[in-house]
Structure formats: structure tokens, C-alpha cells
């Protein structure tokens, strides 16, 4: 395993970080166990949940996969051996899909100090590493949204909620904090008070990105790089379409965009056809789709680590195997082409 420094902490953090966000849904507690066990014996230390989890959300399982974390720590005894994220649910409108959260979660102090809380009583801990801001508490451009369009709504302000995070960080609560779903507006916000205040520095941002979701790049990457604020790179195989298990419009039993509608970002015509292509040129350079796929992630300089998650012991070796696997100029450059004719096409 390789590890990278998180943001401007000593923290060294894996190139892999393990995502769980299908424990509780997808995953047993047995199956989660054995993937933790198994990644931390391969050397991950780095685990990432949230208080929302698992997904897709719902009332009746929300903090389930926190519950399931937390329970395996405690079992395990392996706490100090792991970098632990969470994150706090952002705002939800009362139409939302997260109105159970907190009656409609906002990123108030009272709100945020709750969330903490709850989520140190789930993971059996007494502190989390990294705390994570799920997303914006203002309307922007996330979640399958590429163009912007601006809306002036009541909002909590990232000062108040900066405010708060330096308390948890304070009380000893979190060591560090992070952003996620965040536009460069929002991460400069977030520094600039931190500068002026200071207060910290966020030293991470979770933002989504993969073959078909280069976004990123646009005007985060040099931010990431310059201000040491390092990508946690989410959904690095698109929900499984970079796999080749979709190939061709398969859908093959128990996997998750044949049992979860919502997930469409991923399956439109262009996402579709991008996949094809990405995962024929992986075979024809002899190599596993899904692991060229994580490897192109892993050989960014502006990647601090990539979540992967993993329904199989299967997968979860496979992904993590990814981080031997070095993609050559000439693969570089098929995936540019491959880029140059779908670009972006699923935000």
C-alpha cells in the first residue's frame, strides 16, 4: 500500500480508502467485518462513512452503516490502526430526500454539535479524524449537476457553520475537518475565513470523480494541489459502469444500478457509450476495466485517496489491487481520446 499526506496535518492516509456506504443495506455486519478486516490487513487505514449511510437513504436505515463501523472498531480493538471520516448530512429541503435527518438536516451549530454526537455514540469512538461537511448548505452545482444556475435562498452561513466545526475540532471531537460536494467558490470561502479567523483549514475535499466524471479537473484540481486540500476521490468506477459488468446495457442481478432507479446519472446514452469504450480499451491493453479505471485515479497528483466500496470480497481485492497497476503513455493518451469525444458525461 502507498499513503499520501492528508492536507497540511501529519496524518499519512492510504492511496486506497475503504467507502461503506453500502453496509447495511447491500452488506451485512459479517460481510462489512470481513471487508474491514481484510483492507486494513492490506494495508488501508483509511475508512470513510456518514451519519446519512447507507444508501441510498432511508428513515428506517439511516446511521445503520455507522452502527455497523462502529460495532466491528469495537470487536476488532483495531481503532488505533485506522484514519476514521465521517460526515454531517447537508440541507434538505422539505421536498428533499432527507427530511428524516434531523426533521431536515441544516449545517447550524446547534445541528452540527447533534450530528457529532450521534455519530461518536454509532462508532463507538471518541473522536472521528476527519469531519466532513456532506455538502452545501446553499443551492449549487452538485449531485449530477454541471451548469450553474444561481439562487438566492436562506442559508446558513459557511461562517457559522466554520464556527462550529472549530469547536469540534477544539472539544477534541475530530482532529480535522473536510468539504464535500464542493464547488471552488466553497472551498475558497471556507479557506479565506479560516484565514482570517483563524480557525482551520479544511485539508480535504470528497468530491466525485472518474473516467466519466472529470469535473474536477476544471478548477479544483490546481486549488487542490496549491492550497494542499487534497481530492478523496468518490465514485471512482461510476457506481460500477467503469467495471464492464454493465457492458453492452446488462444489468445483472443485486447490482446497484439494476436495483437502484435513482442512480441514472450514470446510465445515460453518453455515459453508456464512454463506458464501452473505456472498458474495450482496458481490454485491449490486457488489463482489468475496473482496476485501469482506479489507476488513472490513483496517478493524479491532485488524488490524496480513492474511495472505493466494494458488495463482494471479490471486488474489494480486486480494487484494491489496483494500486500496482501503473497505466503507461499509450493508455494515457487512448483514455484523452476516449475523453476528447465524451467529455463529462456523467457529472
Known amino acids: 500500500m502507498y499513503y499520501r499526506q492528508l492536507g497540511n496535518t501529519d496524518v499519512q492516509v492510504s492511496l486506497i480508502c475503504l467507502g461503506t456506504m453500502t453496509f447495511g443495506e447491500q452488506n451485512s455486519y459479517a460481510e462489512g467485518a470481513e471487508q474491514l478486516s481484510y483492507a486494513l490487513d492490506q494495508g488501508i487505514n483509511f475508512i470513510d462513512t456518514a451519519e446519512m449511510y447507507p444508501v441510498p437513504p432511508r428513515r428506517e436505515t439511516q446511521g445503520e452503516t455507522e452502527r455497523i463501523v462502529g460495532r466491528w472498531l469495537n470487536e476488532s480493538g483495531r481503532r488505533s490502526e485506522v484514519v476514521l471520516a465521517t460526515k454531517v448530512t447537508g440541507h434538505s429541503p422539505p421536498s428533499g430526500d432527507f427530511g428524516h435527518v434531523r426533521n431536515g438536516p441544516r449545517l447550524n451549530r446547534e445541528q452540527i454539535m447533534q450530528a457529532i454526537d450521534e455519530s461518536l455514540v454509532r462508532l463507538q469512538t471518541d473522536y472521528v479524524d476527519l469531519y466532513q461537511v456532506h455538502w452545501p448548505e446553499r443551492v449549487t452545482n452538485f449531485f449530477g449537476q454541471l451548469g450553474y444556475r444561481h439562487f438566492d435562498t436562506d442559508c446558513i452561513a459557511i461562517e457559522e457553520t466554520l464556527d462550529t466545526l472549530a469547536d469540534v475540532v477544539k472539544s477534541g471531537k475530530a482532529r480535522a475537518i473536510g468539504l464535500s460536494n464542493e464547488t471552488p467558490w466553497g472551498l475558497m470561502e471556507y479557506l479565506r475565513l479560516a484565514r482570517e479567523r483563524d480557525l482551520p483549514r479544511v485539508v480535504s475535499i470528497q468530491n466525485p470523480y472518474s473516467l466519466l466524471n472529470r469535473s474536477f479537473e476544471v478548477g ?71 482496476q485501469m479505471a482506479l489507476a488513472f485515479i490513483n496517478q493524479q497528483q491532485f488524488v490524496t485517496s480513492n474511495i472505493i466500496g466494494a458488495t463482494t470480497m471479490e471486488q474489494l481485492q480486486s480494487n484494491i489491487g489496483s494500486v500496482e497497476v501503473t497505466l503507461g503513455k499509450d493508455v494515457l493518451q487512448a483514455i484523452d481520446e476516449i475523453h476528447r469525444r465524451y467529455t463529462i458525461p456523467a457529472p
Open 220 to 290: 479544483l484540481a490546481e486549488m487542490a494541489i496549491r492550497e494542499q486540500v487534497g481530492l478523496l476521490a468518490y465514485s471512482p468506477l461510476a457506481f460500477g459502469m467503469l467495471s464492464g459488468k454493465y457492458a453492452g446495457g446488462a444489468r445483472p442481478d443485486g447490482a446497484r444500478i439494476t436495483m437502484f432507479k435513482r442512480f441514472q446519472r450514470y446510465t445515460n446514452p453518453q455515459a453508456e457509450a464512454a463506458s464501452d469504450a473505456y472498458v474495450a480499451l482496458a481490454r485491449e491493453a490486457g488489463l482489468d476495466p475496473a
